[in-house]
């Protein structure tokens, strides 16, 4: 973590948490702009600067990941999107590529069936398979972690 980071994290912990709120959500434009206008193939990178600003300024938010370490792959299937999130020691880091070894594996149809399924309000991933909109590969609590986290912090953002 960078200094920059460090300084930011500490500094945000003098803050309430609406204050942490509003300013994930200052940082977190690019992803209210993806969930409330339009979609694009940036959205699971906007998604995860969020969570990472989130992480980062808002303790009620990170808290979620304490104690929680897992590796989550995300990709569509005509790999326009492939993307790791590695979670340990209560932080996220994201890699800009799939990793070979994983906790799970999603690989969405496009780019709406990722939006979809971690948005939705019935996160039914057996609905999903059988529209043959997601191919999930390895244990399905790690990506309901990921899909809990995902509708949380559109809450804290106000776009839920």
């Not at 500490?10 to 434009?29: K, M, T």
């Not at 980062?56 to 990170?62: H, M, N, V």
């Not at 496009?110 to 590969?137: G, K, R």
Request: hydrophobic share 40%.
């Amino acid at each position: 973590m960078t200094t920059r980071r460090s300084a930011l994290q500490l500094a945000s912990r003098a803050f309430p948490e609406p204050f942490q709120n509003f300013l994930v959500g200052r940082l977190a434009r690019q992803l209210k702009a993806e969930l409330c206008e339009k979609m694009t193939d940036d959205f699971l990178e906007a998604l995860l600067r969020g969570m990472d600003w989130a992480f980062l300024l808002s303790g009620s938010y990170r808290r979620n990941i304490d104690g929680f370490c897992g590796i989550c792959v995300f990709r569509t299937l005509d790999n326009k999107v492939s993307t790791t999130a590695v979670f340990e020691d209560g932080h996220m880091s994201v890699e800009h590529q799939a990793r070979y070894t994983y906790n799970v594996r999603v690989s969405f149809q496009d780019v709406h069936a990722l939006w979809s399924f971690l948005l939705s309000e019935n996160q039914d991933i057996l609905d999903s398979i059988l529209a043959n909109t997601v191919d999930v590969d390895g244990n399905l609590n790690y990506l309901y972690r990921f899909g809990f986290l995902a509708k949380d912090l559109t809450r804290r953002l106000g776009v839920a």
